[in-house]
């Protein structure tokens, strides 16, 4: 009985060693969050990359057509945060429009990061289309940089 | 703008978003797209009607 325990607990230490998680590279996060795919290309999963890679361009390119508007911190609206956090999941995406639409002076005024233009249309037909496309694209990329560490880290193949 | 086409569109990348995230395999992924892309397009039109008694 005791033998079996012992062997029980260490088969189980043994077991528990085996798996332990691999320590995650940030870098690799940080590439996985700047351009889409590219962190799963990095991991040798060539076709999982080039689909989110066209998925996540292709809801940004369409929410930029429709005129929808990118979320920016807004002085006193706590809850600006929660969309801009969102959207700042396009990664460099997110950072090419809003230079697009602000320039360099823009981004860098003296009241920044409030004060951004996120640019859109609010007349137009698809501004709140557009503007659900570029959530659901920053959104996708940091569900794609939580799959990257998965996979980075061992728990999934 | 067609609206609906948009709806498609939004229900098209989303479920090949999540085939390729949560399955691994072919067939597993063909399931999934196939179950996600009916359940966002029916739902949002079976919503739409539902909304009609409501001002």
Redesign the interface.
């Known amino acids: 009985m005791t033998a079996n325990k012992a062997r029980r607990d260490g088969a189980r230490s043994q077991g528990e060693s085996d798996e332990q998680p691999q320590p995650v590279s940030k870098v690799l996060l940080l590439v996985a969050w700047l351009i889409p795919g590219l962190g799963h290309w990095l991991l040798g999963k060539r076709?999982?990359a080039l689909?989110?890679a066209g998925?996540?361009l292709?809801?940004f390119i369409?929410g930029v057509l429709?005129h929808g508007e990118l979320a920016v911190p807004q002085q006193n609206s706590p809850l600006s945060w929660f969309f801009a956090f969102g959207c700042i999941g396009d990664g460099v995406l997110y950072l090419i429009r809003l230079l697009w639409i602000n320039g360099i002076d823009g981004i860098f005024s003296a009241s920044f990061p409030y004060g951004l233009d996120g640019g859109g249309n609010p007349v137009a037909?698809?501004f709140f289309?557009g503007k659900?496309?570029l959530y659901?694209a920053g959104l996708?990329n940091l569900?794609?940089v939580l799959?990257v560490h998965d996979i980075a880290r061992g728990d999934k193949? | 703008m067609d609206h609906f086409l948009l709806l498609v569109w939004h229900a098209l990348l989303v479920a090949t978003f999540f085939a390729f995230l949560w399955r691994s395999d072919a067939r597993g992924r063909k399931f999934l797209f196939l179950k996600t892309f009916l359940i966002m397009v029916v739902g949002a039109i079976v919503l739409g009607w539902l909304m009609f008694p409501f001002p």
């Open positions: 076709l999982r689909v989110f998925v996540i292709g809801a369409t429709l037909v698809g289309y659900t496309f659901t996708m569900l794609v799959d193949s």
